[in-house]
């Protein structure tokens, strides 16, 4: 299967204009719902008051009955009574047992005739409910029994007129409709403010960015008065442009390195090849020739391995092959294979290893690692002196000690005896052709591995070089 690009929508907005919008949703739908609510309250608190409005009434109407029989004069006190806290109109009927009309106010039979009435439910508690008129308008209506005894058989109907209620509202929804449009005017304002000012640290980190390349990479952010988020961001970015510093001058350092290593050996063959070509020579000066250029090959071979090897070991996805090995008897192979070369330099070589440790690794990867420390420890001992290889388990790891009686390393040296192409004694490493990797390649062996190497050292008491490798 091919892979999947994912391309950047042409509709993705900014973090600053995301901001915005959350924003000006959040304030706008906070203003919309208080806004709301106490258009609630306050339709809410009109009804409660035409409620008890005309449980009054009713309770005046009531009165006014039980004294005297139902008259127009009865009415006009109601009315009155009404008329001292309303504007709106009032409207009273008192109907008999059989629904005929005893008495009521003028001009309420054009109104709200009795049919109107008729399904306003006649109950104690005497709930008022909306009504349309004849004419279009809204009544808020009660229908109530007229009291106790022989009246309570009679029916008191009161209704108000609520024209001016319901334009005082569309006023007071008009005004909150124009502090809706404000509030989302000024919502979306204050909102790109703060959008603006919150993403300006992100704009610094932008412009840093932008002005870094191979030549300004010790460039950094400045994080005075940044916020913590954006703090945070600075330092890891800050961390990031340290390691692509390093990585820049290790790599230059390298390529130098390469240029050198590699200049060397190809200068000699050039050199040979000349003077072989300057004149005729005899078939024994020929194979001398020949032989000093294998020399050469053998070290540009060599070179070229090491740094492939390294390549590889450095690559994300390299997998090693392990298995379960006895680790006295592959130390006495690995010792085996340099015994020759530490007899021709009056080097003992010993080993301090239980018979029964065991650990998981690759079998190539882990000889070369020793080996490398072996013969590093071999080339550097003087004649007479001892390398010793102990091993011994410590925990869930196992420690591979290569100690040696030779010269040591000064202190400044030993942080770098690890880095490719370092030699700490240059003069040595030019003559016996050392080319600086094999340390490099212990410590890309051991990471491979899920371990580490350590070296410690006292000039002119040895040098201990420690392996530490998961079991």
Known sequence: MGAITLRPSHLSWSIAARLTAWYTATAFGLVLVATGLLYWA???????EDQRLL???????????????????????????????????????????????????P?????????????????PTERAVEVRGIDGRTFRAVTA??????????????????????????????????????????????????????VRPLEQITCTARRISSTTLDARIDRTGLPA?????????????????????????????????????????????????????????YREILASSLEEYERLARLIDSLLFLARAEHPE??????????????????????????EHGVALTIDASPHLDLDVDRTLFQRAVGNLIANAVAHTPRGGSVTIRASADGPSIRIEVVDTGQGVAAEDLPHVFDRFYRADKSRASASGNLGLGLAIVRSIAQLHGGRVEMASQIGHGTRATLVLPT
Not at 59 to 83: F, H, I, S
Not at 168 to 185: D, F, G, N, S
Not at 259 to 267: D, I, Q
């Open 318 to 343: 390299t997998r090693i092959a392990r298995e379960r090995l006895n680790l006295r008897r592959e130390l006495e192979t690995v010792v085996e294979f340099y015994e020759g070369s530490a007899t």
């Open 145 to 198: 029994a007229a009291g106790e005894e022989s009246s309570a058989r009679q029916t008191i109907q009161v209704a108000i007129d609520l024209t001016h209620e319901q334009d005082m509202l569309a006023a007071y929804r008009a005004r909150l409709w124009l502090i809706l449009a404000v509030a989302l005017a000024v919502s979306a304002f204050v909102g790109h403010r703060i959008a603006r000012r919150g």
């Open 55 to 105: 449980a009054d009434n009713v309770q005046v109407l009531r009165t006014l009955l039980r004294e005297r029989a139902p008259n127009a004069a009865a009415l006009k006190e109601v009315e009155w009574e009404w008329a001292a806290r309303q504007y709106e109109q009032v409207y009273v009927r008192v109907l008999t047992d059989r629904g005929e009309t005893l008495v009521e106010t």
């Open 107 to 123: 001009g309420m039979a054009i109104v709200l005739p009795r049919e109107t009435l008729a399904a306003v439910q006649r109950g």
């Open 42 to 48: 306050f339709v809410q608190n009109l009804r409660d």
């Open 229 to 285: 988020e954006v703090a945070s961001l600075a330092i890891t970015f800050n961390e990031m442009l340290d390691r692509l510093q390093d990585s820049f001058e290790r790599l230059s350092r390298f390529s130098a390195d390469i240029a050198h290593e590699l200049r060397t050996p190809v200068s000699n063959l050039r050199g040979e090849t000349e003077v072989a070509l300057t004149r005729a020579r005899s078939l024994d000066e």
